[in-house]
Every structure is written in structure tokens, then in C-alpha cells.
């Protein structure tokens, strides 16, 4: 008998018992699929709060940043003296530095007069320090009047109909109680720390918010002169500076962002712990299946013992009936994954998106959850005893 035959005989017969009872497969099809789900939405809504946190860092062009140590995120910053910043332009390799201001100010939705929290980035406009998609030369020149704000089109519609009211005309507004223009639009989103965002001068940002001065700011941006190695220029920065700050290169700034959601903040570990719960309890579901299964037939079993078949033979059976399940359980749970997906990016605003990647992922883990409930109900083949028939 070919390796093939050795798993596709016993797999026929475990599919024929399977379908010979329609409404316990249907049960335990239910099973996978819902363990498929809760796994597929915990990742899902995972890969969305780290993917969306770290937006801001990803459009920042900078080579090395500097935070406060005890900043825990971008939107949970705390300000340190600007001088520390010009103490890093002396240092060979730099060629250049630029001050980031951050704050959270109440934005009035233009037609509701209901306010909603933006996150407002305080830049000098001619820095290049952002990078955003749809941030270009005409409204980082807009932002260098007074007052003027560029505004997140992409933000949750809490905040008004921005981008159709622009295209009527000059927009103003109100933000922190002050009145303001929109001056041209940026595309963000919303990430699971702010609604949406708006981007001032540091200017406007420091008349937006009149108790912060412009000698502390939130994060300091250095860009290196040519040639200049990262690593080595940190160091350097790093050990001028003192350990009131931290020194970061552009990947420890986004993994920095991505360390505070998933173990500062609990809902890194809420949703991880949402698939481990999946698995097992898709597990459990599985293996009582099975077992069941796997009593309802010990007559069926032993005879096929005392006609020479071996307890090898009988174990692929009960896995066969494992795999299947994981596959025909996996296939509708990805295509109302998929549903959801679309259904929780239309009302949370933060994209979900079902890539190759996690589909895999989902699939190994279902089917690894088959067949560890599969090799937990082979234990009761051992009841299945020939001389029991007699």
C-alpha cells in the first residue's frame, strides 16, 4: 500500500461516517467554523491597532527621535526641554533637528456643534518631517498662515462632512475653542488612540494650546548628514543627553508605539487571549465530536480489529475525520470572515484586511486544533476489544 492509500483508504471511511449522521456533522462544522471566526476577528482587530497605531510614526521621515522616557505612546507624550534637542545638533553626523509638537484638542463638528477629540501634530512647515499620503507643498505652505490647519480626511465622520465643505469652499472651524481655517485635507485614519488628526504650524499649535511653550516639545526628529551610520550617531546622542531621554531610530520609534499596545496596554493581551479562548474552545468542541463519534462505532471498530485491521488503521481514521473537519470547517469560516471584515471597516473606520499571510496562519492553527482534539479521542480506541463481541 502507497503513503497516499495508507491516508486516503481510512479517510473515505472516516468521511462516510461522518456524513452518516448529517446534523452531529453540521454540529461539529459549527464548531470549526466558530473557533475560524474568533480567531480571524481577534487577529483581525490586532493587526488593526498595531498596523493603524503606528500611521504617524510611518509617515515620519527622520532618522533618529528623541521622547521623553517617560512618553508611553505618541498620544500619550511628555514634553522635554527643546534644548536638548539643539544639544544633539552639535553632535557629529547630524545634520539637522526639528522640533514635534502633540496635543489633543476638541474639534466642533461644523454642522452638529458636537465636539470630538483630534490629535494635532505642531510641525514648521518646511521640515519635512511628514510624510503623510495627500500631505503636499500647497497645504504645508497653507499651514504657514496663522490659524490654518490641514485636516485628516480619512477621520471618523464624528467630525463633519470636512472634505465636502472644503470643496464648497473656505471652511472654518473650531478647535480648542479657537477659530480656525481648513486649509487642505491629509489622508490618516483613525488608529484605536485618536478619531482623527489635524496638522498646524508650531505656531497655531502653541496658540491652540496656551499653556505649552515652544522650549518643550514631544518628540525631537534629527536627520543625519550623508554617510552618517544611525547607530553610531545614536550612541553618541544617547550618552550627551542622559537618560531623561531616549534615543530611537526610525524602527525602535514604531516598535516603541507597538510595545505600549500590546503590554502597556491591555488590548494587545485582550485579543491574543481571544484566540487562544478560539482554539480552545473549538478544541473542545472537536474532541467531544469525536469521541462521541468514536463511541457510538466501538462495535463497528472492533470487528474491523478482529478482521486484521490494525490500531494504527483505526488511529488515521479518527484522524482523517480530524482533517476534514478542520478543512471543511475553515472554508465557510474564512468566507464569513471575510464578511465581517468588511462589515467592522465600515463601522469602526480602521481597515481589517484578510491577506494571504493570515489566512495561512488561521488555517495551521484550525487544523493544528483538529488534530490535537483528533489525537486526544484516538485514546478510546483502545475500548474497542474483539472478545467484547462475543
Known sequence: MTGAARWLLPARLAWRQLRHEPARLAAALSGVLFACLLIFMQLGFMDALFDSAVKPQEGMTADLYILNTQTEALWRTQAFPRARLMQALGVEGVARVTPLYVGNAAWKNPETALKRTLLVFGID????????????????????????????????????????????GRLWGELNNRRVEVGGLFRLGPTFGAEGHAIVSDTTFLSLFPNRTRDHVD???????????????????????????????????????????????????????????????????????LFSDISRHLGEYATLKAMGYSNLYLARVVMGAAAILAIAGYVPGWLASKGLYALATAKIFIPLTLD?????????????????????????LRDANPADMF
Not at 525602535?252 to 493581551?269: C, M, S, T
Request: net charge negative.
Open 356 to 380: 494571504l499571510e493570515k489566512s495561512v496562519l488561521v488555517f495551521v492553527l484550525v487544523f493544528g486544533m483538529c488534530v490535537v482534539s483528533g489525537l486526544l479521542a484516538i485514546r478510546k
Open 219 to 289: 518628540l525631537g526628529a534629527i536627520f543625519l548628514s550623508s554617510g552618517a551610520e544611525a547607530a553610531e550617531v545614536k550612541t553618541r546622542i544617547a550618552t550627551l543627553l542622559g537618560p531623561d531621554v531616549m534615543v530611537l531610530t526610525h524602527a525602535e520609534l514604531v516598535a516603541f508605539e507597538k510595545r505600549y499596545w500590546a503590554d502597556v496596554a491591555p488590548i494587545g493581551f485582550i485579543f491574543g487571549l481571544g484566540v487562544v479562548i478560539g482554539l480552545v474552545v473549538g478544541c473542545v468542541i472537536v474532541y467531544q465530536i
Open 125 to 168: 512647515p518646511v521640515s519635512g518631517l511628514l510624510a503623510f499620503d495627500g500631505l503636499d507643498e500647497a497645504g504645508l505652505e497653507a499651514i504657514r498662515k496663522r490659524d490654518v490647519i490641514l485636516f485628516d480626511e480619512r477621520g471618523k465622520p464624528v467630525f463633519g462632512p470636512i472634505p465636502e465643505l472644503l470643496r464648497e
